[in-house]
Every structure is written in C-alpha cells, then in structure tokens.
C-alpha cells in the first residue's frame, strides 16, 4: 500500500506541535490514508522538539529532525522533501491554517494519477492590510514573470515521489518551492481551501523578514530585474538623445544658459538609477557567491523517531 509523508515545518511551535499532530492524525486515519508524519523544527528554542520525541515514542508514525539554527521554511521543506520516504509528500503549516482535511481531496488526486496538487487559497485569511498590499505587489510582480496567477498560491502541496526526486536533483540552494512545483511540470492540478486562523503562537514573519523573502525569492527564481535594469538603460539613451538634441539646439540658438534645474533633476535622477542598478547588479552577484561557496541548505543537529535508523 501506498504512503504518504506530510511534511510540518515549525519553528517555535510547542503550542502547536501536538494538536496539529492528533487532527491530521485522525483525520487521515479516518480516511484510511496510510501516512507518517514528519516533522521539521527549524532550529526551534523552545520545547517544539521535544514535543516530537515525545509524540515519536508514542507514536511510530511520528518524526522529525531538528536544525541546528533557524534556516527558514524554505531549508525546512527542503530537509522535509530530503527525509520523506513516502510514495508520495506533503507539505503542510505546523499552525492549521492550512486545513488538514484538505490532504485527504489531494491524496484522492494522487490517487486518480496527478503527480502535483497545488493549495491555492480561495480566500487570504485574516491578514493585516500591510501584509496583504504587501504580497498583492510581490505576488503581482512574480505572477506577470511566471505567467501564472502566483496571489493564490501556498507552500501546502502534495507531489509525487518523481516530483519530489526531481526538486532534490536540482543543484541550486536557494530555492522557491512555491514557485518551483509550477516550474518543474508534471501532471498537476489543484484544490482550494480556506485559509484557517493560526492555531496557538505567532506568525514567525516580520516585514524585514517578508521583504527579503520577497527580494531572495524573486531573485532565486528570475533573472527579470538585470533585463530591468538594461531597459532603464535603454529609456535614459533614448531620454539623453533628446535632452541632447536640444541642448545643442539651445547652444547654437545662443539660448542656453539657465537651465540648472534640469541639470540637478537629471543628477539626482541618473544617479539613482546607476544606484539601484548596482544594487540589484550586486545582488545577484551576492547569490553566485552564495551558491559558488556549496555550504549546505541546512544542518541537522537531532533526529527522532523511524528516521533515525534509515539515516
Ligand atoms: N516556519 C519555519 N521556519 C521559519 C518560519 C516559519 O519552519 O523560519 C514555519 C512555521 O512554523 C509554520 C510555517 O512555517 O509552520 C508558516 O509560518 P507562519 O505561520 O509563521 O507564517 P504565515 O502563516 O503567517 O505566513
Ligand atoms: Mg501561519
């Protein structure tokens, strides 16, 4: 019989950990779902590993693997896809925002011969506006890159074990697994669900955090802000050509002279623009050198449960 790995990042989730582990339990054993679960803590401070070993003892259904420090989600899902033994893996919020009876329509799909099935969100749930402007902009900007409606999308998936393999073979380190399942193929649909209110804690994202994610993420999965930065070149020769024309018109017209306005306004204008350039030029420049320097995604510093003896 088949199986399926669902794969829990958490950070900092002891509130969470055994609630989240009891509903998606016995919701899958409700639907004969054969399964374990696999927990991520993700250099977790508090008692979130514990709690595993705890549930691991009780349960032979139950690991997880501790980081030695905080990687992110991403290096979590990633650890997650590296570990799972299952024929087929899932990704899912240690919170229950994303809800549990959603895994079982996916597993069905599977089932019916799809090797991915997207979660999309039928509604964001209760998020603050900032937030919520915030992803429509990043999500606005990556969806017209990808050609894919990107607003809607999550982290909570289930793939095939092919699926799974062919995101492993991938040499990069900086990843976008929300992007990248649309990236790799495959027979895929997708179901929606309902964004559900966290459970217990807090949501691990600040704004800086968000931004970086937007920026690292976008960068990881387009090359689209170096052609930016080629056309920004491109629209300043044109926009020189005519200020040019006409300076020279000016000149020999003898009616040059004042005109220092335009000079600071285009000084500060190009300079900006060389600025930002470098910037994103620099930026891309930091991730070759990330990827050049091969350091793992993430370290595992504790390993609990069935895991432990296949590693
Ligand atoms: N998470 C993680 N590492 C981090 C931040 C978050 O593994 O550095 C996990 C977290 O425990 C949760 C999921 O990723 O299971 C989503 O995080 P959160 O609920 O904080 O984000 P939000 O739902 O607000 O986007
Ligand atoms: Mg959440």
New binding site residues.
Partial sequence: MSRLTVI??????EDNIENTAKEISSVLDEAGVDFDLLF?S?GSTDKTFEMIETLSKADKRIGGIQFSR?F??EA?IFAGLDYATGDCVAVI???L?HPPKTLVEMYRLWEEGYEVVEGIKSKRGKENPFYLLFTKIFYGIMSSLMKLNMNKTSDFKLLDRKVVNALLDLPERNTFFRALTFWAGFKSTSVTFDVEQ?RAGK???SFSGLVKYAISNTTSFTTAPLKFVFILGIIFMLFSFVLGVETLVNYFLHIAADGFTTVILLILIVGGCINISLGIMGHYISRIYEEVKGRPRYIVSKITGEKESEK
Avoid: H, L, Y
């Fill in positions: 829990i990042p958490s950070f900092n989730e991520v993700d905080n992110g989600k979590a919020d240690c919170d925002q966290r949501s691990k994202w």
